[in-house]
């Protein structure tokens, strides 16, 4: 750490206050000082701590703190820190309250249509025309005679705004507890988020929220930085500060020259420890929430905000260049979901350019457009049949002449037409459609958390029911992440176990233990194990914890090695990166001289030794020819038995003349080589059934690994993934670059279409191969459909990839909080088994879709036209409007709970992904709408037309406007409501399978639902009156009802005797929007996702689309989940997002530190070489899975 002029303690003279309160609380720099400290960088930075502070010990003994014990952990020091500057935490927007969601439902254009007409028809049925007695205006007041019946005209306004309101409060119930609920998850994740600290000389994990300024915290490769900072030491320090600057190149940070760390960003590389100097709304992402006005203001800025976006960047930053030295203006809004910015974050998906809209959310928006037309076509038509009809009939046929003391009667008609009219058209738009997903989604993800899945991005969880091909990482999620050194070569020897110490040459030994003790990060350590008889806990890098468990194998011990050179003495560290593939340390040794020691992947390192250690300990030179002859027979034999080699060296360096060590090529070369060990990483037990179960389900996994190739496709046939005798490929990253790029080293798509389809295992591949296998494989067009990907990522450079795939899956024991940042799911056991428990919930959400829309159309058609019908024949609809909404929306809201939760069977697994241009409603599902339409609509006619013959009741047809409620139509309602409900469970299975009733009592929200459907039913029969009208039917009529209802069963039955490809001319509905309906700016954009079809819809005034919108809406509340931490969400990366997809290569950070991923790739490349695990005249080749059905 640069010793800096120890210039005399002052406060900096420009803000007075510091002059006049210096001693806060007891401590010596202000909350302000703190915060204009933070606002400066570089040279400014470090001669405003020297001028101010002396250096930062000086900073850290004025917030009295130790820069190596760090805080004593005392609670009333730490509470008192929290009061003078403040906690690390930034205040959520204040959720929507009940009302306002109220509010929100009220807003549905067919309900403020059902509720205008309520209150006309309320209005009128209060006005007494004068004419009343006289005949002149007809039959119209015919069943006017009982005064009682009279009086009663209100009830059927008042029912239709009480059903209205129900609905409205159900809407906003919804809603409520969907926000609660995210915000409950939320919380969970944040108080899961941890930070390293050290406290009373005690490395602790502590909550995010429980940083204090004050605090020593150790960052290490792939944090995101929780609060401001000072570094008091670091090793090769680099800082993606894109999220703050918009800068994608990464920043290199050290104690003498750039020390100040923001929070919101991100650690590209190499490790240190800081001084936390700023919290919460202090912090400089703090700050800008308080400029964004995180509390609440932003309702009324949200709409400008998304035209402000682009433009807010460059103004920014012309405004910043402006102050001196305030780089830290120049930074983009940031958004986080807790942090208040859930409505900038909901735009999120539309910035970045990888989220379309979902497949799902596309179909189903088309099919309510289609759907919705029909609905306002028949509404309209329904209404203009019963104006003509009343008006020829009243006026042409019976002669009679527009009366003013009859107007009041002939509106009264002409409203109850209307609401004929609105009834139909509320019947025929599926309101429960977006209610319908919402819970399956919803509930998928709740229980989705039981299976080590926490979903972050609402559709990522159906989109995950498509997919057709998986990337996985091998390390962690392949195999068991618990690694152990079994083989090595040490001394001119190669052994296949643990080599006795004894066997070893002192010399030997000593310089092993002292490389790997000191050349791995100090904070990886094999702990003892919590129980007895368990094994030792390994913390931190695993491949260095199997090094370090080498060691004491060897019956050494790393740690006294570790207090003899702390990690401040250490004079120079290469930390390890993906394109080095190695990490050097440089110690300075006694007599003045250096020593580095190197660690890495083997082929790699060996090239750069040119010396070995022979068995006593001297060294001998180590020529190419020797390194082929070692490659041959040590590295190639370990890497067939699946096992990682590492390479052990190391370097000398004279006191005299010090080298250049920015210069690393130079370096690190000339090594002498003390050893190689094989590392295994054995498979986990459960992987090879659950690939199975992915191929089964048409789905092809690829392993895209930094290992060897040797040893990448011993594990991948120990999985699975691949089988002998089959034609597939296994590459390098380097062969595979050579193969898809042209004479300019451009990648071109049409080579990509000729690797990837038989690409299997994906070797020695650096990140950028990951996102360009990736991206060719969506763009891909070879096959019949858009191929679905699924990625698997844990490293800090893996945040591309994630993002390019559909969906991400970051890990999230070993994932960092990068990886988990750009991700849809993140897989809380790093296991691929959780992988194929997603996709088996993707499909069944929407399976849970399909189902309910077999409910709910059926209902719709029957119930339009039984409405349509009805009323052109009779002047008046069978169903009246309550019963309409009723049937509805209680049915609708009751049947998408009761389908929607329908648990997922391994049967789901056994069939192909439905793809992307699957039509939502099969011809099987059509075969049953229709099917079941038809018997309902025969059984609802003719009740309708000799119904009262065959009960012995009174006709209810033509009855005059305030009759009593008739039996005969009562009956009619009770029919239908038990055929729905008996459709109901045929409505449980859509693939035409027989046994409706599988798994019913695996399900017990279905039961309950349909049997409180059935308990509500009598009530309203029998007591619902007036209002509902409906008159009490007797025991012989109620099983008559239900005898027609149990029909449905059987009729569903027949209808699944008829094979679906016998009828041609059934057509499917509900395809995904086309290619040409989306634009390029609705894909990039997204304009919060609205498409043409949508607009459309706005034209169509039919917005019931209102409540798909919300339910959007509520899906980015799942924003919420977006986060891992109460500052995780502080920052948006919308700018480097797009800079880093851009500058792949640029990242530098591994995937785990496993010394191992790919060569930097360059356009030449060496033809792969035969496999030594096989002989050439048996090669082990490919899986090919059919291509039929994606």
């Known amino acids: 750490m640069g010793d800096m002029a120890n210039s005399s303690i002052e406060f900096h003279p420009k803000p007075q206050q510091q002059r006049e309160m210096p001693h806060v609380g007891g401590f010596g720099c202000t909350l302000a000082e703190l915060r204009n400290l933070m606002e400066l960088r570089g040279a400014e930075a470090l001669q405003k701590i020297q001028e101010a502070y002396g250096d930062v010990s000086g900073l850290c003994r004025r917030l009295k703190t130790s820069p190596t014990e760090g805080l004593a952990d005392n609670t009333n020091d730490l509470e008192k820190r929290r009061q ?12 929507k309250t009940f009302l306002q969601l109220v509010w929100e439902a009220l807003q549905d254009v067919t309900l403020i249509i059902l509720e205008v007409a309520a209150i006309v028809s309320l209005g009128l049925s209060f006005y007494a025309p004068p004419g009343e007695e006289s005949e002149a205006c007809g039959n119209v007041s015919g069943g006017a005679e009982d005064e009682g019946e009279a009086e009663a005209g209100w009830i059927e306004g008042a029912a239709i705004l009480l059903s209205v309101i129900c609905v409205v409060l159900v809407t906003a119930f919804n809603d409520w507890s969907k ?55 670091g090793n090769d320090l680099k800082i993606d500060e894109s999220s703050l600057t918009g800068e994608s190149d990464h920043v290199r940070k050290s104690a003498d020259k750039d020390p100040m760390l923001l929070s919101g960003t991100h650690v590209m590389e190499g490790s240190g420890r800081m001084v936390v100097t700023a919290v919460g709304v202090n912090s400089q992402t703090g700050i800008i929430f308080t400029l964004l006005g995180a509390g609440g203001e932003e309702e009324e800025k949200k709409d400008k905000k998304g035209k402000q976006q682009d433009g807010a960047m460059d103004s920014s930053q012309t405004r910043a260049k402006k102050q001196d030295g305030a780089v830290a203006m120049e930074m983009q809004p940031l958004k986080s979901a807790e942090g208040g910015e859930m409505e900038e974050r909901e735009k999120k998906k539309a910035n970045v350019p990888k989220k379309e809209k979902s497949v799902l959310q596309g179909k189903l928006t088309k099919l309510a457009v289609q759907i919705g037309k029909a609905g306002l076509v028949m509404s309209a038509i329904t209404v203009i049949i019963l104006v003509l009809y009343f008006v020829i009939e009243t006026f042409v046929v019976d002669g009679r002449v527009w009366l003013a003391e009859c107007t009041p009667v002939y509106v009264q008609y002409f409203v109850k037409f209307f609401i004929i009219g609105v009834t139909v058209l509320v019947v025929a738009v599926p309101e429960g459609l977006p209610l319908a997903v919402t819970i399956s989604l919803a509930y998928s993800v709740k229980k989705m958390m039981k299976d080590n899945n926490l979903v972050r991005h609402l559709d990522a969880c159906e989109t995950m029911g498509n997919a057709t091909a998986i990337c996985s990482d091998k390390t962690g999620t392949l195999t068991t992440n618990r690694m152990t050194v079994v083989q090595s070569y040490l001394g001119d020897t190669h052994y296949k176990e643990i080599p006795a110490p004894s066997a070893l040459t002192p010399k030997i030994l000593d310089l092993l233990v002292h490389a790997i003790s000191i050349n791995s990060a100090y904070t990886t350590k094999i702990l003892p194990p919590e129980k007895e008889g368990a094994l030792p806990r390994q913390v931190g890098n695993k491949t260095e914890c199997a090094l370090l468990g080498f060691v004491l194998d060897l019956k050494r011990d790393f740690q006294p090695v570790r207090e003899q050179i702390p990690e401040d003495k250490l004079y120079k560290v290469y930390t390890f990166n993906s394109v080095r593939k190695s990490m050097s340390t440089v110690i300075r040794m006694p007599d003045g001289g250096f020593r580095l020691f ?56 004279s006191a005299i003349q010090e080298p250049d060590w920015d210069n690393e090529n130079e370096v690190v070369g000339e090594l002498t080589c003390i050893a190689v060990v094989g590392i295994e990483d054995p498979v986990r037990p459960e992987v090879p059934e659950a690939i199975r179960k992915c191929q089964r389900a048409g789905i092809t996994v690829r392993m895209v690994t930094g290992d060897n190739i040797n040893t990448a496709r011993a594990i991948a046939a120990k999985c699975g993934i691949i089988h002998p005798g089959e034609d597939f490929l296994c590459l390098e990253g380097k062969e595979f670059n050579r193969r898809i790029r042209n004479e300019k080293g451009e990648i071109e798509q049409e080579r990509l279409d000729k690797v990837w389809p038989k690409l299997r295992v994906l070797a020695r591949s650096s990140p950028t191969d990951k996102h360009t296998l990736v991206k060719g494989i969506i763009d891909s067009t070879t096959g019949e459909q858009r191929q679905v990907v699924a990625v698997t990522g844990d490293g800090t450079n893996d945040g591309p990839a994630l993002k390019k795939a559909d969906v991400g899956f970051a890990m999230g024991i070993a994932g960092t909080d990068v990886a988990k940042e750009a991700s849809d799911i993140i897989l809380t056991d790093d296991n691929f088994t959780s992988i194929v428990k997603a996709v088996m919930w993707g499909r069944n959400v929407y399976d849970s879709i399909s189902k309910f829309l077999q409910f709910q159309l059926t209902v719709n058609v029957v119930a339009v036209i039984v409405a349509f019908t009805g009323a052109c024949i009779t002047q008046d609809s069978p169903l009246k409007a309550v019963q309409m909404l009723w049937v509805n929306l209680i049915m ?151 005898f027609v209802g149990v029909g449905e069963l059987v009729w569903g039955q027949v209808i699944a005797t008829i094979p679906t490809s016998q009828l041609k001319c059934l057509k499917e509905a509900g395809h995904g929007p086309g290619k040409d309906e989306m634009t390029d700016e609705e894909l990039a954009e997204g304009e919060e996702e609205i498409d043409h079809a949508e607009r459309e819809l706005r034209r169509g005034q039919i917005l019931w689309f209102r409540g798909l919108n919300r339910i959007q809406t509520q899906m980015e509340v799942v924003s919420t989940f977006k986060r891992s931490g109460s500052f995780q969400g502080a920052v948006r990366r919308r700018s480097s997002v797009l800079s880093q997809l851009h500058d792949v290569t640029n990242l530098s950070t591994p995937t785990h530190v496993t010394l191992s991923a790919a060569k930097p790739t360059s356009a030449a490349g060496r033809p792969r070489p035969v496999n030594p695990c096989h002989s050439p005249a048996k090669p082990l080749h490919s899986l090919q899975v059919p291509r039929s059905g994606w």
């Open 84 to 95: 003078i500057y403040g906690q690390n935490f930034i205040p959520p927007k204040q959720p």
């Open 179 to 233: 926000e609660k609920q995210f915000r409950g998850l939320q919380s969970r994740i944040e108080q899961e988020q941890k930070f390293t600290v050290i406290r009373n000389g005690q490395l602790l994990q502590v909550p995010v929220a429980a940083l204090v300024v004050g605090d020593i915290a150790q960052v290490k490769y792939g944090d995101l930085l929780p609060a401001d900072g000072v570094l008091i030491q």
């Open 598 to 653: 190197s660690k890495g992947a083997s082929e790699i390192l060996l090239k750069k030794c040119t010396n070995i250690l022979n068995s006593n300990g001297e060294l001998r030179g180590f020529r190419p020819r020797d390194r082929d002859d070692m490659v041959k027979k040590i590295i190639e034999p370990m890497a067939c038995d699946g096992l990682r080699t590492i390479c052990i060296a190391y370097r000398d360096f």
């Open 892 to 1042: 609708d809201t009751f049947a998408s709970l009761a389908l929607a939760t329908e648990p997922p069977t391994e049967s789901l697994l056994l069939r192909k992904p439905y793809g992307r241009d699957k039509p939502l409603i099969s011809r099987t599902m059509m075969k049953n709408i229709l099917g079941h339409a038809v018997y309902q609509l025969t059984i609802i006619f003719t009740l309708l037309f000799v119904g009262e013959l065959f009960f012995d009741i009174d006709s209810g047809r033509n009855a005059p406007l305030h009759s009593p409620p008739s039996e005969h139509y009562t009956i009619i309602f009770n029919t239908f409501v038990m055929m729905q409900l008996f459709n109901e469970i045929n409505a449980r299975k859509i693939h035409g399978e027989r046994n409706v009733f599988d798994g019913i009592f695996s399900n017990p929200i279905f039961c309950t639902i349909v049997l409180g459907t059935f308990g509500i039913q009598i009530v309203i029969v029998q007591f619902g009156g007036k209002p509902f009208s409906c008159s009490p039917l007797s025991t012989e009529q109620w099983l008559w009802c239900l």
